[in-house]
């Protein structure tokens, strides 16, 4: 008989995934959905090229490559909750000090070194590391509760960015969102456990793991490879590059998401309740898609998620402009809720204890990537007049994604005796 939360009516993993959730909503919905709302009122009111806005938001992924690595060591070494707590401060003091900016480099350095800074070593590593630290067997599902969360705060939060944006203007939109993190993001940072050991519980909620544990999860609960032997596995390469395709597609769509629908002929303040239609339409699918991660592969849900973006991309193309915004929504929305299985991927691969830095070794890759992509389709729209030639580009990189996610297997832990071996070798 199974000793899932025996004695207990809540367990406190479940805790875990509420506070990740409302960390992941606040931070995602400002930081992430946000940005969008604010790029066209700060390339008018800085008198800025487009290029020149998508480099503010690609210089923070830039930074998150070379933060990625450090901030997955630090986790790792002295847990979230602290992480959360230094990030949020510099995130919420960062939009604060940001809505008194009126130069382009005062934009620029307060939003890569302060906020992106707290962002990208306080928010998302912080939590999915927590999340897979505490779950395995269940994993897809907590990672899809949060990332979940992820889409209800950009529904929540961008229309009214967008709202003090078109009424008031995005400075006091700035205060505001600073503000929100201050208050809320550090109280729920004091929830949060490196690891149910740590507290005297066991992942899923298990009292004998081994006993009780389905034969898929005691595989995965003793896959845990060291980093130096996960960078050696080929499984580690093709994921990496995989989810660089794949991310740098989406942070592009993502930063460029209002321009983009301006430029199909929509308004700014339409394109800002689409862009929170989004958000809010992510929501099932995350949930569902972390369901899916249970019965199915993970990899094949992620490179489904790709070809569904190829299609809304191609749609928004070369089909009528009603029609092409509907698929391009859609597959866009699928691309991103199908982020719920990109790194559940690598911990069922290379399991928990080194996760977060693990993930951090990937970091450098994929930021490049978001540093590049966001640029180029600023580039692109300066010298072209529209997002035509980038956007066929970026369907070419997510069928390169979806190929390497279908061929990808499983690595296999190093034996003792053939680590002695290679070693010799």
Known sequence: MSTVNKGRKIWYGWWIVLAGSIINGIGGGINWYGFTVFFLPLRRDLSISYAQTSLIFS?????????????GWLIDRFGPK??????????????????????????????????????????????????NNWFIRLRSIAMGIVFAANGVGGAIIVPILGILV??????????????????????????????????????????????????????????????????????FWLTAVAILLRMTTTMGLMVHLVPILVWKGISETTAAYLVSFQALACVP????????????????????????????????????TSLGVFLFLLGLIILTSSIVNNWTVVGDFFGRTHFATIQGMMAPLHSLGGFIAPIYLGWSFDTTGGYFDSILVTTVALLMSSVLFFIVKPPVLPTKTSRLTSSKL
């Open 285 to 320: 699918l995350f949930l569902a898609l972390g369901w899916l991660g249970l019965k199915m592969s993970k990899t094949t849900l992620c490179a489904l998620g790709a070809i569904s973006a190829i299609i809304g991309c191609l749609g928004l193309l070369f089909l009528p």
């Open 82 to 131: 602290l992480l959360v707590i230094i990030g949020a401060s510099l995130t919420g003091t960062g939009y604060l000090l940001l809505s008194q900016s009126t130069t382009f480099w005062s934009v620029f350095i307060l939003y890569v070194f302060v906020i992106s800074l707290g962002y990208n070593g306080g928010f998302y590593i912080c939590i999915t590391t927590t999340i």
């Open 59 to 71: 210089a923070s992924r830039l930074e998150a490559g070379f933060l990625g690595p450090i901030a």
């Open 166 to 235: 078109a009424e008031v203007g995005w400075r006091f939109a700035a205060v505001v969102a600073g503000g929100i993190i201050l208050i809320i993001v550090p109280a729920l940072a004091f929830v949060l456990r490196q690891s149910p050991e740590s507290i005297g519980l066991m992942p899923d909620g298990y009292s004998n793991p081994q006993k009780d544990m389905q034969p898929e999860a005691k595989t995965m609960s003793n896959n845990n490879f060291l980093p130096g032997q996960a960078i050696r596995t080929k499984a």
